[in-house]
């Protein structure tokens, strides 16, 4: 995934235009608890994942951990039973993934992981930049990371990820009416684009290793009917 890139504005087919739930708000908006949005490592200008007004009580928000583009920390939480703990979270920006679709083949990306220490087959996928859309966000990414731009997106699904323990949003896109552009990589990715049949897809990125974002992405697409 990228950290950085240009701003683009979302295309005149993005959803976000007319659907709700496709809007990428920053987590500074009105949705965001009043006891988050306020803090500094939430006010910086950044765009955060943040939930709204919690059900059970929060006694104390502690902020233990902010690199620049990851916050972390935890808040003390009153229990049903009375009891208070400390519940740790890990809090990301938002985040795209593009189900890119041309001529019966899926297109992704093979990249080293070093968290994990192995090379994945992902779909492309990067951060949501202040004021863009899931979709607006996906077309981006997917020229930068693959050198493809869309002509349609849609955004399938917003969803929470790994809420055990990440404040993390993920927006799944899907692609088509793939055109080549001159591309604008990141200097510290280093991937290379692939494409596989449609009908091979789910099989092939079901091989070990495998990870979450691009099986996923596949199930929405295929529950879709789009694949």
């Not at 990249?111 to 996906?138: D, H, M």
């Amino acid at each position: 995934m990228s950290d950085d890139g240009p701003t683009d504005d979302a295309p005149a087919n993005d959803t976000s235009l007319t659907d709700p739930s496709a809007n990428d708000a920053p987590a500074e908006d009105d949705r965001a608890a009043s006891d988050l949005r306020d803090l500094p490592a939430f006010s910086d200008g950044r765009l955060h994942s943040l939930p709204g007004e919690p059900e059970w009580p929060v006694r104390e928000v502690t902020v233990e951990y902010d690199p620049g583009w990851f916050v972390g920390g935890y808040d003390r939480v009153e229990q049903p039973d009375g009891t208070e703990k400390n519940y740790y979270w890990a809090e990301l920006p938002p985040a795209t993934v593009v189900v890119a679709v041309a001529d019966g083949r899926i297109l992704f990306v093979e990249q080293y992981r070093p968290t994990v220490r192995n090379t994945q087959l992902e779909l492309p996928a990067g951060i949501v930049e202040p004021g863009e859309s899931y979709t607006a966000a996906g077309a981006r990414e997917l020229a930068e990371e693959t050198g493809f731009s869309p002509s349609s997106t849609t955004l399938l699904q917003e969803v929470w990820c790994s809420t055990g323990v990440l404040r993390h949003r993920r927006g799944y896109v899907f692609a088509e009416g793939l055109e080549p552009v001159d591309v604008d990589a990141d200097s510290n990715e280093f991937l290379v684009p692939r494409t596989v049949p449609i009908d091979e897809a789910l099989a092939t990125v079901r091989e070990p290793p495998t990870n979450d974002a691009t099986l996923e992405g596949l199930l929405l697409a295929d529950h879709e009917g789009l694949l």
